[in-house]
């Protein structure tokens, strides 16, 4: 049975001064760390303090936020509590990502703790590998995220990732844990949720602890990251400065280093926001930098362009600049390039082709959002196949706008829809059975 008596213990030491923030969402995960701390601090009175964050998505949360603080409340547990009222322009989970751990590093400076517990286990792990080798990342990226993350006065800890998500189930049942389940992780229009619904059983089956395999690999990336670190930073001094790259000198380092120097160029770019930014543009940087033509450039994400001259290559920031194309894996939200959104909902009453109705059996996922493309056809209902151009003309829509509109599309490039103007046959009814709901507003 899961116990993490001697992990508190001997490897955090802790004592009866320390204050632990806990992130906490009322998940089964969150609350076996909440109850494992709870249980130790009857052998070691420290402080503990529940910081919860209630993203007012789903109708039960403000259920689970009561639930939650009543449990803090009987267990002498500190309750802090924020409710997102808006959420950034990026991608959803991005942004209620950098919200979270903003409020939790408030709290933990406001009671100045040594330690920000967050109830990542082994099985999370695993997924963010696999995803991050589907998408495409660095090295560092590929080995996931850390057990203890050094920030300046406290530390991060994931005490739970030598530890499967069974066993967090299986704990909560034995001690009569309570807790909720988010309906949206059973949702397969999210990436996540298809990797665990569909990999993780597979790899389980050929292996029960698989988990520590994923975590082994993860720690010598990140050894081998580190080594590597250390040189490609020394060359990055002596070819990159004030964001501007000496092509003549960046061809004479070996190719590896050239592409983890691209990686590099690209943190120092866009810090916070390197969750947007995969291995295919990685790749369009170094043949932007090869490429035979003297002056080019490319566009990547969040405004940030790559301009070729000659022997140099800038990168900057222009809000701006016009974005001639796109084509983005949607989340949960989308802003997008003409000043509307796309976000994915869990219920609407409404039926118009503002919202987009789809059963992720009928469609290849994930979906992609992208700009038309010459001869795009959409499959309508009892009309056949019909070119995007020709709906446009029918629409009335204006020239200037077409090179712009959205159009949504699955994983094999098929056209469900465009946002505002038609759906194709793959949608559903509001009467008929659906697990996908968008709407454009």
């Known amino acids: 049975m899961l116990d993490l008596t001697q992990y508190f213990s001997k490897k955090l030491n802790i004592k009866s001064s320390d204050i632990i923030v806990i992130g906490c969402s009322y998940g089964p995960d969150s609350m076996a760390l909440l109850h494992q701390l709870i249980t130790y601090r009857k052998k070691v009175p420290f402080k503990i303090v529940c910081a919860h964050v209630n993203h007012q998505i789903r109708k039960e ?42 409020f939790f590093q408030e709290v933990v400076i406001k009671y100045q703790a040594e330690y920000l517990m967050t109830a990542h286990h082994g099985d999370d792990l695993m997924e963010t590998i696999l995803m991050r080798l589907v998408r495409g990342s660095s090295i560092k990226g590929y080995s996931g995220f850390n057990e203890i993350v050094e920030c300046p006065n406290y530390k991060i800890i994931r005490p739970f990732i030598h530890y499967t998500k069974e066993e967090l189930l299986a704990y909560d049942s034995y001690y009569n844990v309570p807790y909720a389940i988010d309906s949206s992780n059973e949702k397969r229009v999210y990436t996540r949720n298809r990797y665990r619904m569909e990999l993780l059983p597979f790899l389980k089956e050929e292996d029960k602890n698989v988990h520590e395999k994923f975590l082994k690999f993860s720690l010598l990336l990140k050894e081998c990251d580190h080594f590597i ?53 990685v790749n369009l940087l170094f043949e932007l930098i090869y490429s035979k033509r003297a002056n080019a450039k490319v566009y990547l994400p969040n405004h940030v362009i790559a301009i070729k001259s000659y022997h140099q290559l800038m990168i900057e920031k222009d809000e701006n600049s016009p974005l001639e194309s796109y084509d983005v ?23 118009g082709n503002d919202i987009c109705r789809l059963n992720s059996k009928d469609v290849t996922l994930p979906l992609y959002v992208r700009t038309r493309k010459i001869g795009d056809k959409m499959a309508l209902r009892n009309s056949g196949h019909k070119k ?9 829509i204006p020239s200037r706008y077409r090179d712009n509109w959205p159009v949504v599309v699955d994983s094999k490039g098929e056209v469900l829809w465009l946002p505002g103007l038609k759906k194709s046959k793959k949608t559903r009814k509001i009467n008929e059975e659906c697990d996908i709901i968008i709407k454009y507003y």
């Open 388 to 396: 995007l151009k020709d709906i446009f003309i029918d629409e009335k």
């Open 61 to 102: 949360s403000k259920i689970e936020e009561e639930k939650l603080e009543e449990y803090c409340r009987i267990n002498q547990v500190y309750f802090e509590m924020l409710r997102i009222e808006k959420y950034g322009d990026d991608n959803f989970h991005h942004s209620a990502r950098e919200i979270r751990y903003n």
């Open 329 to 351: 894996q949607f989340f949960d939200y989308l802003k997008l390039p003409n000043g509307k959104n796309l976000k994915l909902m869990i219920e609407c009453d409404s039926n």
């Open 229 to 281: 670190e250390k040189q490609s930073k020394k060359s990055l001094k002596k070819v990159f400065r004030n964001q501007c790259l000496d092509i003549k000198q960046y061809k004479e380092l070996d190719e590896f280093l050239q592409k983890k120097i691209i990686f590099l160029m690209l943190e120092e770019i866009y810090q916070k926001d390197l969750n947007v930014i995969a291995m295919r543009h």
